[in-house]
Antibody
Framework: VQLVESGGGLVRPGGSLRLSCVAS????????MNWVRQAPGKGLEWVSS????????KYGDSVKGRFTISRDNAKNSLFLQMNSLRDDDTAVYYC???????????????WGQGTLVIVSS | SYELTQPPSVSVSPGQTARITCSGD??????AYWYRQKSGQAPVLVIY???KRPSGIPERFSGSTSGTMATLTITGAQVEDEADYYC???????????FGGGTKLTVL
């Protein structure tokens, strides 16, 4: 079971970036998937989740209206489209599989290694 | 907004018992989960559904709850247990995931 994120990098304030997470070793479509971020030297912050069954989507208040989560079950992939990026979006972004339904409970295993997003001018 | 409160730091000597607490009003109704994060690494699940231990996690790790508090206990802490520990649960008002602020465990 493995999750591999990519797509991080340096972007200017107001810019956009799209993160990807490719899953392997499990039936991707059967699980809810999440994005969690960690600003430098700070704690974990839940960002967004996408249910396995159906298409229920949740966003944290700090990203709602700016970020869009999506998934492609045929490609075992999870995405996070980030628009209108701000300095305080700078963080390592992790994807994580959720093991309990309905989603939104916090049982995450495993986590990917993370991808770093830096928002700076 | 819903908050989970953890002490910023806990320090013990090797072989002692470390207890890390997590306080939240919804914990009597919602499960608590615990994650260990070593420096430069991704978080790892160490306790799920309040008190269950995933395979591969040493038996010295245990979880418990009482009222609005969840506790992670490391019995006989080892130097390799030094890490940041995060509790995690659900905001029952909107079913969104919430993390505690994290506790830095020092074993020396």
């Amino acid at each position: 079971v493995q999750l591999v994120e990519s797509g991080g990098g340096l972007v200017r304030p107001g810019g956009s970036l799209r993160l990807s997470c490719v899953a392997s070793g499990f039936t991707f479509s059967a699980y809810s998937m999440n994005w969690v971020r960690q600003a430098p030297g700070k704690g974990l912050e839940w960002v967004s989740s996408f249910s396995g069954a159906g298409s229920d989507i949740k966003y944290g208040d700090s990203v709602k209206g700016r970020f869009t989560i999506s998934r492609d079950n045929a490609k075992n992939s999870l995405f996070l489209q980030m628009n209108s990026l701000r300095d305080d979006d700078t963080a390592v972004y992790y994807c994580a599989r959720e093991l309990r339904e309905p989603h939104g409970q916090g049982w995450f295993d495993p986590w990917g290694q993370g991808t770093l997003v830096i928002v700076s001018s | 907004s819903y908050e989970l409160t953890q002490p910023p730091s806990v320090s013990v000597s090797p072989g002692q018992t470390a207890r890390i607490t997590c306080s939240g009003d919804a914990l009597p109704k919602r499960y608590a989960y615990w994650y260990r994060q070593k420096s430069g690494q991704a978080p790892v699940l160490v306790i799920y559904e309040d008190k269950k231990r995933p395979s591969g996690i040493p038996e010295r790790f245990s979880g418990s709850t009482s009222g609005t508090m969840a506790t992670l206990t490391i019995t006989g802490a080892q130097v390799e247990d030094e890490a940041d520990y995060y509790c995690c649960s659900t905001d029952s008002s909107n079913n969104h995931v919430v993390f505690g602020g994290g506790t830095k465990l020092t074993v020396l």
